[in-house]
């Protein structure tokens, strides 16, 4: 497959369920392919996504009210961003403290883990809080193994 030009972001809205989360992933990889993206690289991006969809769907919106999230896929030439938006609660991830990760599985407390994984994966990673939106970007260099 010719890879995707990488002057053209990628853009995908869906409702926060536990089932788009699935959706979100397969939308997300088939894209990632057709940048050209090493399957290494993908899986790495995809755990980060899936560890803030996962989030979203937890804990952004009351439990019978409907809300959405949108993925923005944003390549460059050496990199790519994935923008998360949701409108739900305001709700700065990167805000939180870090988890004790030297503790035992008994001892540390519930949570925490899934944005300090996005920050272990990713190269960098921001949020911001813009009108009645969440929103954290997260970039990936598109070459080599790490970050």
Do not use: C, Q
Not at 75 to 81: C, H, L, M
Not at 88 to 114: C, K, Y
């Amino acid at each position: 497959m010719k890879p995707l030009p990488r002057d053209r972001d990628a853009a995908i809205r869906l409702p926060a369920t536990d089932a788009s989360i699935e959706t979100a992933g397969a939308r997300v990889d088939a894209i990632l392919s057709a940048l050209g993206v090493s399957r290494e690289r993908a899986l790495r991006i995809e755990l980060a996504l899936e560890e803030l969809l996962v989030n979203i769907v937890s804990y952004a919106y009351p439990a019978d009210g409907p809300g959405d999230f949108e993925i923005l896929i944003a390549p460059s030439a050496d990199a790519i961003t994935l923008t998360v938006t949701d409108w739900g609660r305001p709700f700065n991830p990167l805000e939180a403290d870090p988890p004790r990760t030297g503790d035992g599985i008994d001892d540390r407390e519930p949570g925490g883990l899934g944005i300090h994984l996005v920050r272990e994966l990713a190269r960098s990673v921001r949020y911001e809080r813009a009108g009645d939106a969440n929103r954290i970007a997260f970039t990936f260099p598109t070459g080599g193994t790490s970050g």
